[in-house]
């Protein structure tokens, strides 16, 4: 009984895609939604198109359906439902927002969006919800074609599809006038004629149907009528039947429940199982396509992980007594959260940290913890062997007292060498009195050099060498390739093995290391500190 040629559509783009199902021999579906999620949803349920519903649209952002949000503002939400899906769009465009300069507009910018179609309604703008009060006035039927016609000449691709919404029939005009006003619609180039109706059944829809005969595609909107089996609509030759806002309905309906038996048992006990699981979010947005695309462009360094040891005591005083240094407070921050802080930044995200004085102060979000708890009677390297079994692929070893900017670390994980040491050069470290323990000397000093990309090794780190084999201090920043890790653990095994383990340091383990293995030295000119003294922690205030 369709006049209409039910074209086969070939094409493979949204507009396409729901031109054919408008067109299609078959009852096609639209399902609502009104945000991206929801949007998603309907793809997963396996609908081929979607409904972006006016009223729910407008509820979801807690708005009447009375045109209170403005057109660009349901632009934005429309542009967020087609990126989140693949499926073709018809929107409910209401009146179109004007006159026929408003719906030229809305189009081009549903167009650039690949949007796939509109549907606008022959009432008065601000809208009215079809379902509010009675005979709401309808738009002169000229002006409303003129609207028509301005978003056909303004449509972006020859798919775009426009329904006109007859709404005679909803505001008592009766069958004739619906007739009439669908007829003039679908001559001013109407793809698509949206018959409404709110009487509890389908007879009024499928007498309009029988006397259109199919002269083009109709849509229907059953809410009211819902107790219509959809055969009926087949059977009539019906080509779309939007279910307009059981989404936004259903979630209302859950969330009040939710919200209910949380607030009164005060309590999330009975929740959890009824409700979508956290790890459903991260599949229906797609975290997937991001952790693929982070191998992709991360760069590898992002896997490595680092180990702090901060088992020692502090020696500050009254600010040690309950805690260890490295959770001392500076400017309503731990020592230990601006160290994470900095490693995060770099990309590290495993992060263990040897803790053993006042180890329930050690606490800290991101953080997985390893208790020395030998700590009084033995050194950094049982501390950092207490770790071992982190100890695999790219490692950074650094102390929990330490505090240095970005680039050095960054610097360091970009340097060459299976083990590497940041090593500060300055001269007026190297000058200073009491020269500190761990001074360090290597086959070549700082040059300065722009040119000069040679390697540096290193020979020894001791607390006590002479200001002419001194080229620096290490500032207790380490990094062990896979390959340096190796290595790393053979020395500790080794150590243990000379029942030397439990009192050795780490310039110590450093330098056996050196002996057999090319150990490297990055040089860097201060931008670091680390907290030994009260004074120290002055300049820690003042690190920022
Ligand atoms: C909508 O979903 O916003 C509609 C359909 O326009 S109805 O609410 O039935 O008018
Ligand atoms: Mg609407």
Redesign the pocket.
């Known amino acids: 009984m369709s006049g209409y040629s039910r074209i086969k559509q070939t094409g493979s783009t949204k507009f396409s895609a729901l031109r054919r199902e408008i067109f299609s021999t078959e009852l096609s579906f639209l399902m609502?939604a009104h945000n991206g999620l929801s949007a998603r949803i309907v793809e997963e349920a396996g609908f081929r198109g979607l409904w972006a519903?006016?009223?729910?649209i407008s509820a979801s952002l807690g708005l009447r359906?009375s045109n209170e949000a403005s057109w660009t503002q349901v632009l934005d939400v429309l542009e967020f439902m087609t990126d989140s899906t693949s499926l073709p769009m018809l929107v409910?465009g209401d009146t179109g927002y004007g006159n026929f300069n408003n719906v030229r507009r809305l189009v081009r910018k549903l167009g650039e969006r690949q949007i796939a179609g509109v549907c606008i309604e022959d009432k008065l703008f601000p809208k009215t919800?079809?379902?509010i009060g009675e005979r709401q006035p309808l738009a002169d039927i000229d002006e409303f074609c003129g609207r028509i016609k301005a978003g056909k000449d303004s449509q972006t691709d020859d798919e775009f599809v426009l329904v006109a919404r007859v709404e005679a029939l909803i505001s008592g005009h009766g069958m004739d006038e619906a007739l009439h006003r669908a007829e003039a619609y679908h001559a001013a180039g109407a793809d698509a004629i949206l018959i409404?109706s709110k009487r509890a059944d389908a007879d009024e829809i499928l007498t309009f149907t029988e006397r259109w005969q199919g002269r083009c595609p109709l849509v229907i909107?059953p809410?009211m009528y819902y107790q219509t089996p959809t055969e009926a609509y087949r059977k009539a030759g019906i080509s779309t039947v939007i279910w307009?806002?059981h989404n936004l309905r259903s979630a209302i309906t859950a969330m009040r429940e939710t919200s209910r038996r949380i607030h009164d048992s005060q309590s999330l006990d009975g929740t959890e199982e009824r409700v979508a699981t956290v790890k459903d979010i991260f599949h229906l947005v797609g975290n997937a396509e991001l952790a693929a695309a982070e191998k992709r462009y991360l760069p590898d360094r992002a896997t490595a992980k680092a180990i702090v040891l901060a088992a020692a005591g502090g020696a500050l005083g009254e600010l040690t007594v309950d805690r260890p240094k490295c959770m001392v407070d500076i400017r309503g921050q731990s020592l230990l959260r601006r160290l994470v802080d900095t490693l995060s930044h770099s990309g590290i995200r495993e992060i263990a940290v040897v803790r053993g004085y006042r180890k329930e102060a050690v606490r800290l979000a991101g953080i997985q913890t390893i208790d020395n708890d030998r700590y009084q009677d033995t050194g950094e390297v049982y501390s950092l062997n207490c770790a071992r079994n982190q100890i695999a692929g790219e490692t950074v070893v650094v102390y929990g007292d330490v505090l240095f900017r970005d680039h050095i670390l960054d610097g360091l994980l970009t340097a060459k060498g299976d083990i590497v040491l940041a090593v500060d050069a300055m001269n007026a470290v190297l000058k200073a009195p009491g020269y500190p323990r761990d001074q360090v000397s290597a086959d070549r000093p700082f040059s300065g050099d722009y040119l000069d990309d040679q390697p540096v090794h290193l020979k020894e780190i001791s607390a006590d060498l002479t200001a002419e084999s001194r080229v620096g201090e290490w500032i207790g920043l380490a990094r062990f390739s896979a390959l340096g890790a190796t290595w790393l653990a053979e020395e500790m095994a080794a150590l243990e093995s000379e029942n030397l383990l439990d009192h050795a340091d780490m310039p110590l383990l450093l330098t056996r290391l050196a002996a057999k293995h090319p150990v490297c030295v990055y040089y860097v000119l201060g931008h670091w500190l680390d907290v030994d003294t009260l004074p120290d922690l002055g300049d820690a205030l003042n690190f920022t």
Not at 53 to 56: C, D, P, R, V
């Open positions: 609502e519903s006016g009223l729910t359906d409910d919800n079809s379902f409404h909107v809410t307009a806002n």
